[in-house]
């Protein structure tokens, strides 16, 4: 079987139930996550958290204190 995506984190061919657990590197969004199962092959998606953006504020400092 060759993947249509470029990235393929894993493939796999077991046949009845069975649990994969796969730890990833950088937190996800639970509640964005979605899955879906085509001709056999099933399908995860879950997208990165994203993260806080640094802010810069301005400030000043008065001549006279």
Known sequence: LKPKYKK???MERP???F???IFLEKPV???HASATLENGL??????LVEE???RR?????????
């Open 42 to 47: 099933l399908t995860i998606v879950l997208p």
């Open 15 to 17: 046949a009845g139930s």
């Open 19 to 21: 649990k994969k657990v």
């Open 29 to 31: 969004n639970v509640l």
């Open 8 to 10: 393929c984190v894993t």
């Open 52 to 54: 806080k953006r640094k």
């Open 57 to 65: 504020i301005k400030t000043s400092i008065p001549d006279r204190l």
